[in-house]
């Protein structure tokens, strides 16, 4: 299995608090993702990165900001979280070059209460 | 209009039965092409990879269509094992997922 983990894998938080979640990777990937997935949504795509302090918004960043100092870390932050935040938050990384897989953590399961 | 689009299903099927998922994407600029499959909410993991020829893995088929920006996913002679949820997912830069499709087979 790939070299990815995130951390915590559950945590419940109230309203309003910030919430950071973490993404580690030992595999030296350019690519990694923030994706929240929720009952008839699929996965959608928070933030991604394409390097050391270069990233981009996806479908659903309000609300969300990310930063990544080191390659094997990705950081997702709610600097104020809202119930509509409660979701199952996944972390994916990849190589980026064409067909290359992408490889997921076991996902965060966070309750904004 | 969303940018990966699946018929969320479900499909409830027999033992043995042929299943066949479609998808349609927007951007032409596309690259890569997936099919991942998911269990119980637990983190997607590849199944297969779309290639422009199409491409075969034992019972699962996979067929891409880029006139058509459609991709399509074959399993024959379906198992209770194959019992899963069926993600489409394409790449242009970021990595983009449909919303996947809901996939129940039957003894």
């Known amino acids: 299995d790939a070299g990815i983990t995130q951390s915590p894998r559950h945590k419940v938080t109230e309203t309003g608090t910030p919430v950071t979640l973490r993404c580690h990777q030992t595999?030296?990937?350019?690519?990694m993702y923030w994706y929240r997935q929720d009952p008839g949504h699929g996965l959608r795509l928070i933030h991604y990165?394409?390097?050391?302090?270069?990233?981009d918004k996806g479908e659903v960043s309000d609300g969300y900001s990310v930063s990544r100092s080191k390659t094997e870390d990705f950081l997702l932050t709610l600097e104020s979280a809202t119930s509509s935040q409660t979701s199952v938050y996944f972390c994916?990384?990849?190589?980026?070059?064409?067909?290359?897989?992408?490889?997921f953590g076991q996902g965060t399961r966070l309750t904004v209460v | 209009r969303k940018e990966v689009e699946q018929d969320p299903g479900p499909f409830n099927v027999p033992e043995g039965a042929t299943v066949a998922f479609n998808c349609t994407y927007s951007?032409?600029?596309?690259?890569?092409f997936f099919w991942y499959r998911q269990d119980c909410r637990k983190e997607p993991k590849l199944l297969m990879s779309v290639y422009s020829s199409g491409n075969e893995d034992g019972r699962f088929t996979a067929q891409l269509n880029r006139a058509s920006q459609y991709i399509s996913l074959l399993i024959r002679d379906s198992k209770l094992s194959d019992s899963a949820t069926y993600l489409c997912v394409v790449r242009w830069g970021k990595l983009i997922f449909g919303q996947g499709t809901e996939l129940s087979v039957k003894p």
């Open positions: 990165s394409y390097g050391v302090k270069d990233t």
């Open positions: 951007n032409s600029a596309s690259q890569s």
């Open positions: 595999e030296n990937h350019r690519y």
């Open positions: 994916a990384i990849s190589e980026g070059t064409s067909n290359t897989e992408a490889f």
